[in-house]
């Protein structure tokens, strides 16, 4: 036996996207040598794309050929399955004046930043017993949760309630909760 280097070639049922490294993973390549009676790893990064439903597979096939023998072949497969991501951010404003026994709405953004379209359900709870209500990025529909797709923004409007007792100056500090749950 001597020394080879070895093709590899993946194919992708599904076409998402691989790429192969060194056993390192710090160089992507598209052959291997291996020594006479020794063996050698390389890495397989799969890239599951963002459309992808959660438990959704892809099947990869590997065949390995040996560039001194086009005859001395052979192949495996591996299956990737897509993971669920409940990625988000909120953007909310520090803080709005608002006087004793008046509303004011503000704007409260979530990115999806996950894989998967997600429907947030929103409360909001208040330190002092204020009145808050949730509502459509319209501010014209009560809601309790929002339905936002994956790498997209969704707004919901927070009206906020001082009451006729607050004093001047009063502070409330509102908890915002966020309960996901895949669709």
């Known amino acids: 036996m001597e020394d080879d280097t070895y093709n590899i070639e993946v194919d992708s049922d599904k076409g998402w996207t691989y790429a192969i490294?060194?056993?390192d993973g710090m160089d992507e390549i598209s052959e291997l040598q291996v020594d006479a009676q020794e063996s050698e790893d390389f890495i397989v990064r799969v890239t599951v794309p963002a459309g992808a439903a959660m438990d959704e597979?892809?099947?990869q096939s590997f065949t390995v050929t040996s560039q001194s023998d086009e005859e001395e072949t052979d192949s495996f497969e591996i299956t990737t399955t897509a993971l669920a991501q409940f990625y988000f951010g909120l953007t909310a404003p520090a803080g709005t004046g608002v006087q004793i026994g008046e509303s004011d709405d503000y704007t409260v953004t979530i990115n999806n930043l996950g894989w998967d379209n997600d429907t947030y359900s929103i409360v909001v709870d208040s330190d002092k017993g204020w009145t808050y209500a949730i509502y459509d990025?319209?501010?014209?529909?009560?809601?309790?949760d929002l339905s936002v797709d994956a790498g997209e923004s969704g707004n919901f409007i927070v009206r906020v309630t001082v009451p006729a007792g607050a004093t001047a100056g009063d502070i409330d500090a509102q908890s915002f909760y966020r309960y996901i749950s895949g669709q």
Request: aromatic share 8%; glycine share 8%; charged share 20%.
């Open 21 to 23: 490294y060194d056993a």
């Open 57 to 59: 597979e892809d099947t």
């Open 137 to 144: 990025a319209s501010g014209a529909t009560p809601i309790s």
